[in-house]
């Protein structure tokens, strides 16, 4: 008998591009060498220009993916992705506090590359409520980290606070994504906020590129890879940042617009 495998499960919307949503967060742990599994949340027509249609999953459909793996698997490590509405949000709560499946990630997906709203404004609330306190780890990018702060960003010091306010929130961990879409810096830099309290800032030169469909469901599929292989949670965002901006600096040539990042140009594979 082969020994037991690292296996992690997204529960994420389908992105018909493959570059991100379960596409992205399954190639990322297959790069990392974890088996990905999927509870499949929705699914959007897209393309590099942007999202045409989008559809949930039936409610009850969401709930017997999680029921039907939990029977089988040994699920280290999950994260989540496109949850569309407050339905859906509690759906998804209810069943990951139903289940053991290790550590939750959670990327709070509100917006794409595009600018496609991938969550109501409604279920903003809901996801405070029911899902930040379920977190070990919270990852929005600098516009979800204002959305769920209720607060503007625009230092160094904005970035602080409001991880300490998604903290309170009940939140574990903490990882505010800086912005990076004007172009006018060299580097782009995100807070880390751990759990016993300490801190850290990661940074990577920035890249000029449209090609960064993904990236921020890449940098959280790949600390969820990384919690499910037994690193711990700084080791867990280092590896993770340091993947995603390999994948960015070596664009390849897919799409007309916002295509996606290269999943073959880090040299981590199976990194512990
Ligand atoms: N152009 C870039 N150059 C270097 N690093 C980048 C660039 N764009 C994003 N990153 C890094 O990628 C990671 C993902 O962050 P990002 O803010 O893009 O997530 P996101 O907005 O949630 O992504 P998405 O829009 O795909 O949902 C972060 O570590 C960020 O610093
Ligand atoms: C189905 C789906 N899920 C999530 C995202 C956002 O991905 P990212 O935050 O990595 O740009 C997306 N574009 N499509």
């Known amino acids: 008998m082969a020994n037991e495998f690292p296996q ?3 529960i994420a919307g389908a992105d018909s591009d493959g570059s991100a949503g379960m596409e992205a967060d399954l190639t990322t742990m297959f ?6 599994m999927c509870v499949l949340t ?10 045409d249609a989008a559809h949930n999953m039936p409610t009850d459909f969401i709930a017997q993916q999680f029921k039907t793996l939990a029977a089988d698997f040994k699920i280290r490590a999950a994260k989540t992705g496109m949850l569309s509405d407050s339905e859906l949000i509690r759906t998804v709560a209810t069943n990951v506090k139903a289940g053991t499946f290790g550590p939750l990630v959670l990327d709070p997906v509100i917006i794409t590359k ?3 709203m991938l969550l109501e404004e409604s279920a903003y609330e809901t996801l405070r409520q029911e899902l930040i306190p379920l977190a070990t780890v919270i990852t929005p990018n600098f516009f979800e980290a204002q959305k769920l702060a209720e607060m503007d960003i625009t230092t160094d010091a904005d ?3 409001a991880a300490h306010k998604l903290q309170d929130m009940g939140a574990k961990n903490v990882l505010v994504k800086g912005a990076h879409h004007d172009g ?4 782009v830099r995100d807070f880390a906020l751990l759990a016993d309290g300490t801190s850290f800032w990661l940074s990577a030169p920035y890249v000029a590129t449209e090609h960064i469909n993904g990236t921020g469901d890449t940098l ?3 600390i969820t890879a990384e919690l499910a292989k037994g690193n711990g949670m700084a080791d867990a965002f280092r590896i ?5 901006y390999e994948a960015i600096a070596d664009p390849i040539a897919v799409g007309h617009k916002f295509g996606p990042i290269n999943h073959w140009a880090p040299k981590m594979t199976r990194l512990k």
């Open 8 to 10: 992690a499960l997204t």
């Open 31 to 36: 790069t990392l060498g974890v088996h990905g």
């Open 42 to 51: 929705a699914a959007v027509s897209g393309n590099s220009y942007g999202i």
């Open 114 to 116: 595009h600018g496609a």
């Open 159 to 161: 970035m602080v606070t």
């Open 184 to 187: 006018d810096q060299d580097e």
């Open 220 to 222: 959280s599929a790949a």
């Open 240 to 244: 993770a940042k340091q993947y995603t």
